[in-house]
């Protein structure tokens, strides 16, 4: 075991280390690294089960720095023990562009960073589906290649974020207990003091939630090595309290706001020098202590090789399938068996919503691809997430595939990220469109990491009906177009559907939302067609007659108004054509050739949608008609709306033919 006298260095090391690189950057929080450095060295150095030469071994433990301003605390962590990704001219080009040490800690920037964390409460509430997804490929692979735990980080921001309670009520709930969460207590926030604005009884509160949580002495090794180890025999998830001091060792800092967001200045920094009796220039270490961690770093090598060595002796069928699923590709049959559906949609024709379409679609995907994992936030009736294979996965059942994450979807969505970042899993969430205000930070993020994350965004339009304005999502279609990597599908009919789906399913490295409605919508696709027409983002529908005087764009529930228009101008004398818009984003990503000829030359443009216009002159130009949206909606029933608010083939002929008569 390690001497207390080692434990202290090697604990300095994380210290001066990022002290120092905060300095250089003249950017940064030292306080935590300064204040948790012991944490950490308990956790890398006797209990956490990694090895840094193979960073993405499935079966490691997962460790997550939720309080992500402190991320010089995980880059000096993964310096130190040898991951290849950060070097020490990384820590020294900390928070500069193009450098792997972003700000807070980036997923896909350097190996060992398992999730983006800096928005504060997303780590913790990351980390649920971490250890969710850990217990369900556990029930599917057993305890051979399965059985690791999910550590987090937490500071006091996390905990006052509000998506805290819906994580950890859902972990105390499922009875995650191989999630342990330490909770870096301080008692100071960016104002001071946290007594300022919280008083919360934090252990009391996970207690509550169904969670092993007591104080400890974060700065007293033995003391943190007793709390994991009671913590890894528990039957609950459990959160440790751990005392700290910010910026322990500043001589006039420690303990107050000005070590957390910060440099502490050169002569705090040569005083902490003095206090810890470390007599090293900045960004050198003594060679025994590198040494001492970077045998940290290898004492997983026995674990991981002894995990391969199950891996290559499980039934070969087994092993098979859990490579695949790690390896995030799809079964070889998935293209085929969404062809022979759209084969049986272009037969039976359907009228349902789409989110019914969905169920449908879901049905024939859960069937084909066992890694998918539904839920929904206590809407599952009415966003259609549950299919016949999709049972509900309780704390004595984690064998199963569907979530009832209650009235939580800012958690929902954290956790669905989690899922999918363990590995293994195709995760997606339903609520309503609306909605979806609640859990965009984390769709956000999912956009952010590059991540397959699926969102199931039902009643998209005032066509939801009589629950008025409230629920009535107008301008979020543009919102959510407006996130950088994220594929907002709204489908017009069964087949869009499908094909919508089957993308979303696609797509390993961007999030997707698909919006779907409330009313039943007639089929659009009536011809079969191998091809997946969605993919490209737009596409001609329905041709004119002959050279195009108008063009109608328009996205799911309003394509069939757009075609009850095109049919009335057409008997009018106007040859029109219909370009069904599934999906902005792919439409985008076209040749230049394809969207030219997909938006075409006719003289007058117009885009039905019900929501706001923004984002629609990107088809239609400044100067086109836009039938939809431009406040808020209205208590009603869906035949009232339409007409209330103008979205009706009359109304898009009217307008349509006032501009070709020059009016």
């Known amino acids: 075991m390690t001497s207390r006298e080692q434990h202290d260095r090697m604990a300095n090391a994380i210290r001066f280390l990022s002290m120092d690189a905060v300095e250089k950057a003249q950017s940064g929080h030292p306080g935590l690294p300064m204040g948790c450095a012991d944490i950490a060295t308990v956790l890398f150095t006797r209990f956490l089960k990694y090895d840094a030469k193979s960073p993405h071994w499935p079966d490691r433990d997962r460790f997550i720095l939720s309080a992500g301003h402190g991320s010089m605390l995980l880059y000096s962590l993964l310096y130190l023990t040898g991951y290849e990704d950060i070097t020490l001219d990384q820590i020294k080009h900390f928070r500069q562009v193009g450098s792997r040490t972003a700000g807070h800690p980036e997923y896909g920037h350097a190996a060992g960073i398992e999730t983006t964390t800096g928005p504060l409460g997303q780590g ?50 499922l009875k995650l207990n191989k999630l342990i969460v330490f909770w870096d207590n301080n008692n100071i926030s960016i104002d001071g003091p946290v007594s300022l604005a919280d008083n919360t009884d934090q252990v009391a509160r996970f207690q509550a939630s169904g969670w092993n949580a007591s104080h400890i002495d974060g700065q007293d090794p033995e003391a943190i090595a007793y709390a994991i180890e009671a913590a890894r025999h528990s039957d609950k998830p459990t959160m440790i309290a751990c005392k700290t001091t910010i910026g322990f060792g500043a001589p006039t800092k420690a303990g107050t706001n000005k070590a957390h967001g910060s440099p502490l200045g050169a002569e705090e920094i040569a005083g902490a020098r003095k206090f810890f009796g470390w007599d090293y220039p900045p960004f050198e270490l003594p060679a025994d202590i590198l040494d001492a961690w970077r045998d940290a770093g290898k004492t997983g090598v026995k674990a991981r090789t002894d995990w391969e060595g199950r891996l290559a002796g499980a039934d070969a069928q087994l092993r098979s399938e859990f490579e695949r699923r790690i390896s995030g590709t799809l079964p070889a049959n998935f293209d085929a068996v969404i062809t022979d559906y759209k084969k049986k949609l272009s037969t039976d024709k359907p009228k349902v919503a789409t989110r019914k379409s969905s169920e449908m679609a879901l049905e024939i995907i859960n069937g084909a691809v066992p890694e998918t994992i539904g839920g929904s936030a206590d809407l599952t009736g009415s966003n259609n997430t549950k299919t016949s294979q999709t049972k509900n996965i309780t704390a004595d059942d984690y064998g199963q595939r569907y979530v009832h994450y209650g009235i939580r979807e800012h958690g929902m969505a954290a956790a669905l990220n989690g899922l999918t970042l363990h590995g293994g899993l195709i995760a997606y969430g339903g609520t309503f469109m609306c909605f979806s205000d609640y859990a965009r930070p984390s ?3 999912a956009s952010l990491m590059g991540i397959r994350s699926i969102f199931v965004m039902t009643h998209d339009s005032i066509g939801l009906g009589e629950d008025g304005p409230t629920h009535q999502p107008v301008e979020h279609l543009a919102a959510l177009r407006a996130i950088p990597n994220h594929n907002v599908f709204r489908p017009a009919d069964a087949v869009e559907t499908a094909e919508c789906w089957q993308l979303a399913i696609e797509q390993e490295k961007t999030p997707s939302t698909l919006a779907l409605t409330r009313q039943n919508l007639a089929a659009v696709r009536n011809d079969f067609v191998a091809e997946n027409l969605c993919r490209q983002g737009a596409y001609e529908l329905a041709a004119a007659s002959g050279d195009a005087a108008v063009t109608i764009f328009a996205s799911g529930s309003e394509v069939e108004i757009a075609l009850a228009a095109r049919e009335a101008l057409e008997k009018h004398g106007h040859p029109t054509r219909v370009v069904s818009v599934p999906c902005f984003e792919l439409f985008d990503k076209q040749s230049a050739d394809y969207r030219n000829k997909t938006i075409g030359n006719a003289p007058i443009k117009i885009a039905i949608e019900a929501g706001i216009r923004q984002g629609w002159d990107h088809f239609i130009g400044t100067d086109g008609i836009f039938i939809g949206m431009t406040g808020f909606g209205a208590s009603g029933t869906i035949e ?24």
């Open 124 to 173: 913790l509430a990351n980390s649920v589906g971490f250890a969710l997804g850990e217990r369900i490929m556990n029930a599917a692979f057993g305890n051979d290649l399965v059985d690791h735990y999910t550590y987090v980080l937490a500071g006091d921001g996390c905990l006052m974020e509000g998506v805290s309670q819906e994580a950890i009520a859902l972990a105390g709930h």
């Open 443 to 445: 769709m956000r993020l």
């Open 640 to 663: 009232q709306l339409y007409p209330h608010f103008g979205i009706t083939a009359e109304a898009t002929v009217k307008a349509a033919e006032a501009r070709l008569h020059g009016e």
